[in-house]
């Protein structure tokens, strides 16, 4: 049975008529037509699909849109503000960190998430942060200096 | 793959879950974090009509100190637990654990209510319904076999989880509310060692809390796997020891991914009661758990591996707190 | 040559700022309106007949707009190799894996095509099923494809010299058998396609495709219609490294659907499905025999090579004979006696995959190499410093090596690992290792060799390259450009690129065998050289000299001499046209590299590709004797790419390849039981995390290759032949133990150990 969902995403109210059976990956991608949040195993383990919800990183494919009514959403799309990249954003593209950008939108919001919590890491840190976005191109070499670079500019 | 259709409710209290849940235990399932049962509902093994999201009751996700009591609300997500400077300084097995489970997002995702509760595991059942089609249903999927050992009666899917025995280690014990109140037991006893219905659950009953006792022991968590993140113990231990007089007053040695639920091996306590742990004593309890644990081959690891590995964490972490 | 502005620069993706963004669209991020989606069965059997299929139920549920079956399709095979077709769209009769093709279904939501799937009722007839290619090659073995009794679908029996003398004139002859597992490609985009048909019956499919232009010729042969009805467009593809190069069900049935409902129908493959049915690297059971004289020369080598190729053939015949062309690089061998074997079994399809059946024989060559230095007590760096071949040396199998920087790659990452001070003198548990490999910059796709590229300049000053190239995430689109801004004298910002549209662009290989940059770069190259030809001369008209005595640079158009002298590249184009000379200037440039077709060299000898990469690869290891876990600390590459057109991205090649030798060597491994993928997930397949990866230096030995466009050659994919090699090496450094299958996982490093010391 198709219910209203009232969902935050990326600072936008939004209204929308879905079944309670749909993950949040689905509800982005196929009813918002917020196809930066990618679907790679949909079961929870590349982090491709990972979005922030109230600024911490989860995983779009196992969470039911029903559940995330009244908390903040934010995905890829909503990470610019007023047309200027995130610092993430920049230096993923600076560093190289990006080859095929399947793993990008995931990985950015999960280093996101991650250096608001911890402005300053080591590399093992990051790496520890990182290790459930699973990214075959880079050997996550880029993607470790890229977010080291931005460390400590995170406000 | 999508989700299944079920019905989706979100109480205002634990009671009224109770209640929904009471109504129809076998067709209800109870969503937290979601990391385990999702997957196992789009795996299609797992189909309730109904799911009950706990996480609209208000006022599960606690850590609260009380006296000489620790309490820790169901819905505490494990990020939050590792976090806290309390589980921090007090039970810094339960931080390492926890830091151990899957990757940040099911850290931040997963509570410890659900981790506790996560379902049983093995290479014929957490697969997809194309998967599975290859042979007829197991026992814990509702058909009539085995496929890990064939003539057997009952189900040998294996606990995997991270949590518990680290809690057990501790001496945990749980808080349950049911249609008749509620009831306080050790954590040990939530697990039945039974594959097809590993928690001890009575209808209706939901987890509530995990209650810890201040203790004067050393602790530490191992697990062990191939890569440093995402997978589940290929085995793990949890180890705890007291010492009176620099000897071995209390110990608990408790095993994942070794058996039906999680493992605490008493013959090895007792081993060690007394012990030093000079000498040879942990050449000798390293020997003797390989043949204490008897893992089925629930995984791509073969049980010979799984002893072996056993034996080698038991010496680490004997080691590590002599 | 001149000074070089672009290439040579560490210039971001031009596409970087569309991932980073969330607006890059892969093929699964498309849609349009009344799309259908589509679910494909699978069997269930490793081997049976097809006795019945029902699809009764299955179209009763609702939103079930069409399902098919194998009886439903024209009866065509395709294949990635003409001559090996031996697969159909859909299974017809016979099923001979867990996982081919049964039946299909489309329908308005995915959950209704999810349950269609659940209601279609087949009758199979189970068959004898064969699992080890080495029972499949018996007599008597179930026979898989009845047009190959023998189960053998691809051979190679080649000799160069004369081995049997080399033998009987060696001083010591080594003997190993070697093993290697099936490896899965990982992509993180599943495989996708989305297909729509207009009124005249064209089929356009978007598809994730590494090589859209060979798609078009099989997607066509399989629907039985011209390849003009078939346009291919190559949206974003979230990697591919060889998975992405065959057909398959879901592009057909995305096409073949659309043709039956009119309607777009996309399909999108599950994790599970990129694991079981598409494309994995062929597992080997590898013989090796070398003749060594005492000084430490390579005499002769005999190889018997057995590739589990699994249900279909895929690229078999291909593969092979890159496993012995490749035997004879880096090295110097004289005497080879090479004979390969792709076998069927009823288990997952092999294909291309990073370096393609060459990282199986490299493992078995370089742990050999190690064995044998041993032995005859030299150092394996000298061993093979001593063997390396050089430029210009008459190759025994006519490979035409033009530009060779191995031998300093050899020195340079000994150098980088510190092998004089570590080898053989760290602690227990400690230890180094290397290897060397060489690989080709572009090999024939089966007479989809040439290249083409069109540049257009436009009135206002701005360029638009068209190429066929197919970018997959390596960076094919910002390298090309960056050659083409290159010979117009533009900036990189200003190259507008359409790529990779088989209706749009000229014909392109695709990204196969390592020729992008080589073959696409040369074509666009000519084709920016052609258009600034055509402008210079309006230019020198009107200043009165010869097109020779300008240059274009920096959004300028100048006199070599005075360089004050010239005019902005706006003012030039304006010139241009009021010479009264057409627009827009168009450049054409089309590419044959002067190599052979693989598949030809079956038969006779001849050289296998236009130019060819060098490497070695050195790895520091770290082994817990108590759990025999392997960390690798640190990996170098010294790499000969010729010149590095955008030394960012050739590090990032280098980085992710390096990584994914590190998982073949220590972690992955696809498990079956009697035909049934084991771990067909991310959780239970060990693709490494950030966890894993080592510390990787990049050591640059730059050469200049006369064929590569401005010397460039080879980057992506050679690098993933010697990680696996030299982390093995560096394993037996550190605790005395000599692996010869991979992967090596804990367990064995915990059995090895103990077997060690107990003997």
Known sequence: MKRILKLNVNGEDLEILVEAHKTLLEVLREDLGLTGTKRGCDLGTCGACTVLIDGKPWLSCLTLAAAVQGKKIITIEGLAEDGKLHPLQSSFIEKGAIQCGFCTPGMILTAKAFLEEIPHPSEEEVKKAISGNLCRCTGYIKIIEAILSVSGREE | ?322 | MRELNIVGKRAPMLDAWEKATGKAKYTDDLSFPGMLFGKILRSPLPHAKILRVDLTEALKVPGVKDAISGKDIPKKKYGIVPKAKDEYALAIEKVRYIGDEVAAVVATSIEAAEEAISKIRVEYEALPAVFDPLEAMKPGAPIIHEEVPDNISATIRKEFGNVAKAFEESDFLFEDNFETQPVNHCPMEPQAALAMVDHQGKVTLWSSTQIPFFLRRNLATTLDIPESKVRIIKPKVGGGFGQKIDLYAKDFCAAFFAMRTGRPVKFVYDREEVFTCTRQRHPMHIYLKTGMKKDGTILAQQFRVVADGGAYNSTAPLMITLACFFIMLPYRIENLLFEGYHVYTNKPVGGAMRGHGIPQVRFAVETQLDVIAEKIGIDPLELRLKNAFQAGEPHPAKLLVQSCGFSETLKKAAEAIAWKEKRGKLPFGRGVGLAGASFPSGVSNMSHISSGAIVKIERDGSVTLLTGAADIGQGAETVISQIVAEELGMQLEDIRITAADTEITPLDPGTFGSGVTLRAGNAARMAAQSAREKLLEAIAEKMEVTPGELEIKNRRVFLKENPERGFSFEEAIKIYQYSDRPMPIIGRGSYFPPAKEPTTLLREDGNFSPAYSFMTQAAEVEVDPKTGRVKVLKMVTAHDCGRAINPMLVEGQLEGSVVGGMGQALYENVVTERGQVLNPSFLDYGIPTAMEIPSIVSVEVETNDPEGPYGAKESGEGTQLSPAPAIINAIYDAIGVRFKDLPVTPDKVLEALEKKSSS
């Open chain 2, 1 to 322: 793959m999508r989700l299944p259709k079920f019905e989706y409710i979100e109480p205002k209290s634990l009671r009224e879950a109770v209640k929904i849940l009471s109504a129809h235990p076998s067709e209800t399932s109870l969503l937290a974090g979601g990391t385990d049962l999702l997957v196992n509902m789009k795996y299609g093994v797992v189909k309730p009509t109904t799911l009950i999201n706990l996480r609209s009751i208000p006022k599960l996700n606690y850590i609260l100190e009380e006296k000489e009591t620790l309490r820790i609300g169901s819905l505490t997500s494990l990020h939050d637990l590792y976090t806290s400077p309390l589980i921090q300084e007090k039970f810094p097995i339960l931080s390492q654990a926890a830091r151990e489970v899957g990757a940040f997002a099911h850290q931040v995702m997963g509570t410890i209510g659900g981790n506790l509760c996560q379902g049983n595991r093995c290479r014929f059942y957490n697969q997809s319904p194309f998967w599975r089609s290859v042979r007829p249903p197991c026992f814990k999927a509702g058909g009539e076999i085995c496929h890990v050992i064939k003539k057997t009666k009952e189900c040998h899917s294996t606990y995997c989880g991270d949590m518990a025995p680290a809690l057990i280690a501790l001496g945990a014990r749980v808080k349950v509310i049911g249609p008749q109140g509620e009831r306080i037991f050790p954590l040990k006893r939530l697990y039945t060692q039974n594959g097809k219905k590993p928690l001890s659950l009575r209808k209706g009953e939901i987890l509530k809390e995990i209650l810890l006792s201040q203790s004067s022991g050393k602790s530490i968590y191992l697990k062990w796997r191939w890569r440093g993140s995402i997978e589940f113990p290929i085995v793990s231990l949890a180890l705890y020891i007291e010492k009176e007089d620099n000897k071995i007053s209390l110990s608990r040695v408790v095993f994942s991914g070794v058996g039906e639920g999680p493992l605490e091996i008493s013959e090895i306590e007792k081993s060690l009661l007394g012990s030093t742990l000079e000498g040879s004593i942990i050449d000798s309890v390293s020997e003797q758990v390989t043949k204490l644990v008897s893992p089925m081959r629930t995984s791509i690891y073969s049980p010979a591996y799984k002893r072996k590995m056993a034996g080698i964490l038991l010496r680490e972490g004997l080691d590590k707190l002599k």
